[in-house]
């Protein structure tokens, strides 16, 4: 079983940038697929992005060249760099995991079945 500590977020005016980092308890990089998703109350979950074992990686439309996954092995550490941030990005963030393979996609990370605590990014206009 694995576990996350999720740190980062905050408010920032529309155009800004944040960063996101979700620390994991055990080395995940080769073993599982990573990914971030966020969530508006009383909305559907929203799948942002997605890292596979093989350093792979994907978007959601939405995010799509503005926001950058990627992983530091050595620290086991998901990140989630976000630039050029609209209001609708403002969401509670949440990062996830998952052992299965080939469903490293956006759309899939959602219902993965590690996740971490969530953090708020409110980005204003």
């Known amino acids: 079983q694995v576990q996350f500590v999720q740190s980062g977020g905050g408010s920032v005016q529309s155009g800004g940038s944040l960063r996101l980092s979700c620390a994991a308890s055990k080395y995940t990089a080769r073993s599982y697929c990573m990914g971030w998703f966020r969530q508006i109350p009383g909305k559907e979950r929203e799948g942002v992005a997605g890292i596979d074992s093989d350093g792979s990686t994907s978007y959601a439309d939405s995010v799509k060249g503005r926001f950058t996954i990627s992983q530091d092995n050595a620290k086991n550490t998901l990140y989630l760099q976000m630039n050029s941030l609209k209001p609708e990005d403002t969401a509670m963030y949440y990062c996830?995991?998952?052992?299965?393979?080939?469903?490293?996609?956006?759309?899939?990370?959602?219902?993965?079945?590690?996740r971490g605590q969530g953090t708020q990014v409110t980005v204003s206009s």
């Open positions: 996830a995991a998952s052992p299965a393979v080939g469903y490293c996609y956006p759309q899939y990370v959602a219902d993965f079945g590690y």
